[in-house]
Every structure is written in structure tokens, then in C-alpha cells.
């Protein structure tokens, strides 16, 4: 699943932004503050490796501080780079203003493949990659929060929340440094799982639109669509398991030694299983086909393709061979814009991935909110609401004379969970912003697709969030 062509990640961010500034009416200074990197810090540490030293290469951007603090995702992978970790920092900016989160944008990134160090040097790198964000204020709470990306996860967050508490004794909200962490320290219900959720709630929105559907030969409702998924990580596999309960059918699995199709269905459990005892997806008995090559299991017919891997998958060269109607990007940045043009004349919807994966970023916003406030949601209210349902139920059955059965009672009376609450709120804000984004395209026949309009969305957001500070007029 790696690029087949050289291209720079942030130029291709840059260039959907300058498609979509067309359509606001804001003046050229203020678009090139909203759209350049504020602060890029790269700086490299030393680490024991064996009985030698070994050099590392680290980055944190911070693209907007139009609020704060910033937010983004550590990213490890040898792959990583300055202009990779501009664009995703990006991204997050415009993630987070199209669904109303009021953080700003940043990434960061190790250069490193984890399956090449043991968990102590893990753990040493994470430590001293926090300790350069501490002493440089990269980090906080108030200031620029990370949280998981490819590569890194609840263990990694744990180190940087431990290390930084350690650096900052006495500091009451510390916790709030980072998102993603364990539950045991202070995470939240919910969150691992979020980023995919996400992804497949707005699918299922896009689907329920009739006349969308209309014009792509399909119908509405998600029953039925048949789905190719790249990538079986958190966020693949999350989102293939979603869809799966809202009643789509997974034809296709995509990973990076190959991929496997049956028109009929795969079973993902089943794949998983496959997959851990085996290292490969491949000779997976429920696959009616095969291919080495990952790439030719995007190009297989389905409905709905959703590339949940890395950045780039979609190219020019390739866009003619897709079959699907609808991509839907769970990974960041995984179309390039001259792909998205080809795929979006030809009739085809892309649903964009800084509104498509934001479901991350919204439950590490409730998480933050969990740590300021140092109670969790639900904890005050569960049992009020539980009683107040009960004295209800029970006045509407003494009035009535009908019983309801114990069944009956415990769902009507039953307070919500921490894991409902996120749920519900995660639910609410991914349906809310695409029905936004769609209405904006709407609104302007020239804008054309939803990644324009969900552009023009966020830098509109962004520039009354400038404009307050009184910069600009």
C-alpha cells in the first residue's frame, strides 16, 4: 500500500484548499494565514539500541492556533516526513472546524518501524520524544494535545501522559495533555473504537440520501451495499464491523500483502482470525478470489470503497480501474486531487476524510473535556435520571392498570453510560456536520463535491475565529 508516484501531501491539501477559497470572500492575506503552517518543529535525540546509539527523527506542526489548544495524532512510521506531517496537521484544522470541535490543528511524527525496537525502546522513545515537546511548550493541555495515529495507540499516550505529569508536578489538569490514554488513566469510553464508528455512521448518511442515491444507480439505505475495505487496522476494522451491523455486506479486504474478494460476503471475523494465525490474509477459505497485489483489490466491483491505510492509494493511474460509486476516506489523504477530478466527473461520490475520520478527533474532544472537568460523563446524573424514569413508569402504570414487564421497565428507565453518552454525542456530530457540508454543496452549484464544500465550511470557520482576534477587518 505504499505511493506509486512521487507527490507532496501537503501540496495536494494546498491545492483542495485553493479549489474551495474561490468560493469565499476572503481577502488573499487571510486565506494564506488560515492555509500555511504556523509553527514546524523537527529536532532528532539519541537512544541506546543494543550496545550502540542510535539517531532519531521526530516532528511536531502546529498549523493554526486560531484556537486552543491544538490537536493531532503522533504518527510512527519509517515512512514519515516533514510534508506528511504538515499535511495531516492541516487537515486537522479543518477536521475539527467542520465538526464544530474548538481545537486547532497539529501532527506529529517518529521516524521510526516499531517492529524494529523492543518495548523498552518504545518506551524510551516516547518518553524523550515528550520531554523536546515539554521543553520547547509543544505540549499541554492549554496548548497542543496529541493523541494516537498509525503506528501508535493507548500504550504510547499512557508514557506521554506519565512523562509529562512527571515534568509538570502539582499541575491539576495534566491528564489533559493527551488523548487516547487507557481508561485506567483517565481515558474514556468509546474512543478506541471512535475513529471507525465514525466513518461508518457518515456512510450511512450519505446512503440514506434518495436523490444522491438516485443519481448514482443505487438505493437508498445501507442494506445490501457492497463494501471494499483497505487496510485492517483500528480504524478499518472498526468501520468494516459497523457497516457489517448496519446491514452492509463486506465483499472485499485489502492489506498491505494483498487482498481477498467474494461477491457473496467475507466474514471479517473470520479474516482476523486467519490473519493472526497465519501473518496474511491470504488463503483465507471464504475468499472466492485472490491478489498479491493489494493494489488490484481496490479495482474489484463494490458499491463502497472505503481506503482506511495511508495517504495516496487512489492515484491518476489508477482512478480509471475503481468501480465503486461512493469512496468514503477513513484514511487521510488516501486520493489524489487529479484522482478526485476524474472520479467526481464521472458521477462518483467522495465523502472527504477531514469530515469522514473525524470521529476520532470528537471523542479525544470529550475525553479532554473529561479530564478538565476530573469526572466522568454520566457519573452525576445516571441514578437521577433512573429514578425520575422510574417514578414515571410507575404513576403511567397505576393509571393506566397495565404492567410492563421487568424487560420493559429496565430499558425505559435506564440512565445512560459514559460509553452512550460518547456514543450519542460522537452520533449527533457526524450527522449534524454532513447534512452541513451537504447543504453548502447545495447551496452553490459550482462547488461541485463534498470535499470543496466541507473546505469551504472550515476556512469560513477559521477566518470569523481570525477576524475576532482583530487582525483583519
Known sequence: MSTTQNTSFFNDVCSFFDHASQFTNHSAGLLDQIKACNSVYRFRFPIRKGNGVEVIDAWRVEHSHHMSPTKGGIRYSDMVNEDEVMALAALMTYKCAIVNVPFGGAKGGIKINTKNYSLAELENITRRYTVELVKKNFIGPAIDVPAPDYGSGEREMSWIADTYNTMNPGQLDAMGCVTGKPIALH????????????????????????????????????????????GLGNVGYNTAKFLIEMGAVIVGLCEYEGAIYNTNGLDLDAVVAHRKETGTILGFSGAASEFANSAEGLEQDCDILVPAALENQILASNIDRIKAKIIAEAANGPTSPEAADVFIKRGGIIIPDMYCNAGGVTVSYFEWLKNLSHVAF??????????????????????????????QRGLIIKGPSELELVNSGLEETMVRSYHEIRETKMSNAKIGDLRTAAFVGAINKVAVSYMNMGIWP
Request: proline share 1%.
Open 187 to 230: 481515558g474514556i469510553q468509546g474512543r478506541r473504537e471512535a475513529t471507525g464508528r465514525g466513518v461508518a455512521i457518515a456512510i450511512r448518511e450519505c446512503v440514506t440520501v434518495t436523490e444522491d442515491m438516485k443519481s448514482l444507480g443505487l438505493t437508498p439505505g445501507l442494506t445490501g451495499k457492497r463494501v471494499i475495505v483497505q
Open 378 to 407: 454520566g457519573r452525576m446524573d445516571k441514578r437521577y435520571e433512573e429514578n425520575a424514569n422510574l417514578n414515571l413508569v410507575s404513576m403511567v402504570e397505576k393509571m393506566t392498570g397495565v404492567s410492563l414487564s421487568l424487560e
